[in-house]
C-alpha cells in the first residue's frame, strides 16, 4: 500500500503477530483470518474504554479529548501491551493498515467539518484585537521556539538531522488550530461568550496563518528532497485547486441551495456530490505532496455555513465522524507513545522539553502582553492566554504524520504528545477556575418593574423562537397599553439554533434600514414588531437583533443583551404549545433548559409566558373598559409584587379590566412583619382605585381567606374561566400555608406553584399565564 496515501503514523507500534516461524499463532487465528470482525472488536473495545474513561474523567474537569489520549496509553505498550500475547490477539501487524485507513479518515472528515463550520466571514467582522491576538499567538511562539532550539542545538552540539526534528516538533508546538479551541470553547460552555466569540476570531486568524505556512514548509522539502521544478509545479496545481474551489464549487453549493425550496432538505443527490468532491480533494492534496488533509479542510472552508447545505452535512455526519471515527484515531496515534523510549539524561530530550515549555510560555505571554494592552480585564486576558494556549487533536495529528513519515524519532515524539496531554488537561480546569461568565450578571443595580417610576420608560427584551411566539408576545405588550406619557422600549430577540457552523452570530438588525428581500424566519419577526411600533406611534420603540448559537447556550445571549440595554424584564415563551381544546400539541425540552437558566442568572426581572391562544389584541384606539379581563393572583413577596406592579402598567389609561385576588391564610390578621408590610404598601393604591369605582371600574380589588393548598386550588379552579389573563408570582421555595401539599404535584418548578396549577392540563382552560420572578439581588 502507498504509504503517502496511508502514512506510517497510522500503524500502532505493538509486538507482531507471528511467530518465529512466520506463521500466525493459533490464539489469533478465528480473528484475523477475518478482517470485518477483527476491525469491529477493535473499535467496539475503543469505543468503550474511551466513554469508560470519559464518565470517569470529566468528574475532574477533562475534556473527552483527553480520556481518549488516556484510552490509547491504557491500549498501549505501557500498561496492556505488558500482558503476553495482546498485541497479537487483539493488534496483530495485519489488521493495522485498515484500523489505520479507518481512523485517518476519521480525521480527515473531521477536518473537512470543521472548515464547514468555520465562519470565514468573521475575518472581515475580526477586529484588530483579535487579529493581533491571532497573527501573536502563532509568531511569537515560532520565533522564539526557533532562537531557543537554535541556542540549545548550539550548545549541545547536536547534528542536522536532530535541530530539524526540533524545528518541527516546535513548529507544531506553535500552532493555534481552529477546530482546537473550537471543541475547547464548546467543551467549557462559553463558546458564545465575549471571551468565547474572541478567542474564536483570534483562532481563525492563526489557523489561516499556519495552513499557508504548513504548505510553504511542505513545498520547501519538496524544493529539498526533490527538485525546485516538482515544488514549482506543485505550487500551481495548489493555485489552480484553489481557484477551482473558489469559483467553481462554491458557487456551485449555493446554486444547490438555490434550488433547495425553504423549509425542505437538502436533495441527498447534492450530498453525494459534495461527498464525493471531498474525498477526490483528498487524492489530489497527496498528488501534489501536501497532507490528505489539506484538500478536504481547503474544500470545508468553501461550503457556505449554516442551513440548509452546511447544517445538513453537519447533521448527517458529525455524529458518526466525532462519536466514531475520530477517537479511534486519538486512541490509535496515543496507542504509539514508549515512554521507555524517553532518555530524560540524553541531550536531543533535554533541549525538546526545555523548547516546548518555552513555545508555551512565549504563547502564553505574549497573548497576554497583548491583552493587557487592548486593555480585557486580567483575569479575562489570563483566561484568553490559557484558551489560545491549548493543545488539541490537530497538534496530536501532525506528530503522528511527521512520526509515520519518519521526521521524529520515538523520542521526540513521545515527549511531543505527552506536552499535548499535560497541555490538553491542565487548560480546561484552569479556565474553569478563572472564568465564569454568569459573574457579570450578578444583580448589584436593581432592575426591575416595581422600582420603575409609574410614567418611566419599560425595557423589555422578548424572546422568540418559534412562529407562534411572535403573535403572543405582541399580544402580551399590547396589553401593557403604550402611550407617549409612558413608553415602551422592545429588544426582540431571535434565536436560532447553530447548526452547521462553530462561530455563533449575533445581528444587530436596523428595523429602519432592513430591506425584506430573502423571506426568512428572522424577517416574520422583524414584520410582526415593525407593525406593532407603528401602531404605537411615539409610544414604542422596537430593535430586533438575531443570535444564533448552540441551544445549551442561548441564555448567554439573553442576558449579555438584557444587561446591555437595561432592560427591566425578560419575556419568554412557555416551552409547551397548546392546541385550542387546551391538550398538549408540541413540547420542547431544549426550550425549557433554556428558560431555568434564564432564570438562575438574569440580570432583572424575568417572566414566562404560558400562551393558551386566547390572548386578544387591543386595538391602538381605547377599549371598552372590562373588554380584556386580567386576573393577579397575589399571595405576598418579592414576586408578587413585581408581578402586581406589571399589572398596574396594564391598567394604566387603558381598557383592561383588572381583578386582584389577595389570598390570604385562615386565621392570619394584621401585618406581622417587614414583608407584610411592603405587601400592604404594593396594594394600597389599588385597594383605594377599587373602593372608589364601587367595585364597577377597571380595577377590583377581593380578599380570599384560604385554609391549606387544597382551598387555593379549588379557588383557582373556580376562577379559571372568568379571565384572559392570569399573572402570578413565581415565588420558588418560598413555603406559604396556602400552598402547603401543593408543590409536592409541581411539574414545572420554573413557573412555581401557581403558575404550574394554572398551566396544568388538568384544569383544561383557554387563559394565558404570565409567571414573574423579580430580579434576584446578589
Not at 536532530?162 to 516538533?169: G, K, N, P, S, V
Request: proline share 5%; with cysteine.
Amino acid at each position: 500500500m502507498d504509504e503517502r496515501i496511508v502514512p506510517k503514523e497510522v500503524c500502532i507500534s505493538l509486538p507482531p503477530a507471528v511467530n518465529s516461524d512466520g506463521a500466525w499463532t493459533n490464539m489469533t487465528a478465528p480473528l484475523t483470518e477475518f478482517s470485518l470482525p477483527l476491525l469491529q472488536t477493535q473499535m467496539v473495545a475503543i469505543f468503550t474504554t474511551t466513554q469508560i474513561s470519559h464518565l470517569v474523567f470529566r468528574n475532574f474537569g477533562l475534556p473527552k479529548f483527553v480520556s481518549e489520549m488516556i484510552a490509547g496509553i491504557f491500549f498501549g505498550s505501557q500498561i496492556l501491551g505488558r500482558i503476553k500475547n495482546y498485541g497479537e490477539f487483539m493488534f496483530p501487524l495485519v489488521s493495522q493498515d485498515l484500523l489505520g485507513t479507518i481512523s485517518l479518515l476519521g480525521y480527515t472528515l473531521f477536518l473537512f467539518l470543521s472548515g464547514v463550520k468555520m465562519d470565514m466571514s468573521i475575518i472581515f467582522r475580526t477586529g484588530r484585537r483579535a487579529m493581533y491576538i491571532g497573527a501573536c499567538s502563532l509568531i511569537l511562539p515560532l520565533i522564539v521556539g526557533m532562537t531557543a532550539q537554535k541556542l540549545l542545538g548550539d550548545h549541545w552540539g547536536l547534528g542536522g538531522k536532530e535541530r530539524l526534528q526540533l524545528i518541527l516538533a516546535t513548529a507544531t508546538h506553535s500552532l493555534t488550530p481552529f477546530p482546537v479551541i473550537s471543541c475547547l470553547l464548546s467543551e467549557l460552555k462559553i463558546l458564545n461568550s465575549e471571551i468565547g466569540r474572541l478567542g474564536l476570531s483570534a483562532a481563525v486568524v492563526s489557523d489561516l496563518f499556519s495552513t499557508f505556512l504548513t504548505s510553504i514548509f511542505r513545498l520547501a522539502k519538496v524544493a529539498y528532497d526533490q527538485s525546485t521544478k516538482e515544488a514549482f509545479m506543485d505550487f500551481g496545481i495548489i493555485i489552480v485547486f484553489l481557484l477551482l474551489v473558489v469559483f467553481v464549487a462554491r458557487p456551485a453549493m449555493y446554486w444547490m441551495i438555490r434550488q433547495t425550496p425553504e423549509g425542505r432538505p437538502v436533495r441527498d443527490t447534492y450530498i453525494y456530490t459534495i461527498i464525493f468532491a471531498v474525498l477526490c480533494s483528498g487524492l489530489l492534496s497527496n498528488w501534489f505532496n501536501q497532507l490528505i488533509v489539506f484538500g478536504p479542510f481547503i474544500f470545508g472552508l468553501a461550503v457556505p455555513d449554516g442551513p440548509p447545505l452546511g447544517s445538513t452535512l453537519v447533521n448527517k455526519f458529525d455524529c458518526m465522524v466525532s462519536g466514531v471515527l475520530l477517537p479511534v484515531f486519538v486512541t490509535t496515534s496515543m496507542m504509539k507513545v514508549n515512554l521507555s523510549n524517553i532518555n530524560f539524561h540524553s541531550n536531543v530530550a533535554i533541549c525538546h522539553a526545555i523548547v516546548l515549555v518555552i513555545v508555551i510560555i512565549a504563547k502564553f505571554g505574549g497573548c497576554w502582553v497583548l491583552s493587557y494592552v487592548t486593555k480585557i480585564p486580567k483575569n479575562d486576558a489570563i483566561t484568553l492566554s490559557l484558551i489560545m494556549s491549548c493543545k488539541g487533536v490537530v497538534e496530536m495529528a501532525d506528530y503522528s504524520f511527521a512520526r509515520g513519515n519518519n521526521n521524529l524519532n520515538m523520542e521526540i515524539f513521545s515527549i511531543g504528545m505527552l506536552a499535548v496531554l499535560v497541555t490538553a488537561s491542565i487548560v480546561p480546569i484552569m479556565i474553569r477556575r478563572l472564568y465564569d461568565p454568569s459573574r457579570k450578571y450578578a444583580g448589584y443595580q436593581r432592575r426591575n418593574v416595581i422600582d420603575l417610576k409609574p410614567n418611566a420608560e419599560l425595557r423589555i427584551l422578548a424572546c422568540i423562537h418559534r412562529p407562534d411566539h411572535i403573535t403572543a408576545t405582541v399580544d402580551l405588550l399590547e396589553t401593557i397599553h403604550p402611550t407617549r406619557e409612558k413608553p415602551l422600549a422592545v429588544h426582540a430577540l431571535h434565536l436560532v439554533e447553530l447548526i452547521g457552523r462553530a462561530s455563533p452570530i449575533f445581528i444587530s438588525h436596523q428595523m429602519q434600514k432592513k430591506t425584506l428581500t430573502n423571506r426568512s424566519y428572522s424577517q416574520d419577526v422583524i414584520l410582526a414588531f415593525t407593525h406593532f411600533q407603528r401602531n404605537n406611534h411615539e409610544a414604542v420603540l422596537v430593535n430586533a437583533f438575531t443570535a444564533i448559537s448552540p441551544p445549551k447556550l442561548m441564555h448567554e445571549d439573553i442576558c449579555t443583551l438584557a444587561l446591555d440595554k437595561l432592560t427591566a424584564l425578560i419575556v419568554l415563551p412557555f416551552h409547551r404549545k397548546y392546541a385550542i381544546d387546551g391538550s398538549v400539541e408540541f413540547d420542547d425540552p431544549t426550550l425549557r433548559t433554556l428558560n431555568s437558566s434564564v432564570i438562575e442568572i438574569a440580570p432583572c426581572s424575568v417572566a414566562i409566558l404560558v400562551n393558551r391562544g386566547h390572548m386578544r389584541r387591543l386595538n391602538s384606539t381605547p377599549a371598552v373598559v372590562g373588554s380584556y379581563s386580567v386576573a393577579m393572583i397575589f399571595v405576598g413577596g418579592n414576586d408578587d409584587r413585581e408581578a402586581l406592579s406589571i399589572a398596574k402598567r396594564m391598567v394604566m389609561d387603558s381598557g383592561i379590566r383588572l381583578t386582584v385576588v389577595h389570598l390570604i391564610p385562615e386565621g392570619e390578621e394584621g401585618i406581622t412583619d417587614w414583608e407584610k408590610m411592603l405587601d400592604s404598601e404594593a396594594l394600597k393604591e389599588l385597594k383605594h382605585k377599587s373602593s372608589t369605582s364601587d367595585g364597577e371600574g377597571y380595577v377590583v380589588y377581593v380578599e380570599e381567606r384560604m385554609n391549606g393548598g387544597p382551598q387555593t386550588a379549588t379557588k383557582l379552579r373556580e376562577l379559571i374561566d372568568d379571565f384572559d389573563l392570569f399573572i402570578v408570582g413565581r415565588r420558588y421555595n418560598v413555603e406559604s400555608p396556602l400552598t402547603i401539599g401543593l408543590d409536592e404535584w409541581s411539574e414545572f418548578p420554573e413557573l412555581g406553584v401557581m403558575g404550574d396549577l394554572l398551566a396544568s392540563t388538568d384544569f383544561n382552560a383557554r387563559c394565558s399565564v404570565l409567571v414573574v420572578q423579580q430580579q434576584q439581588m446578589t
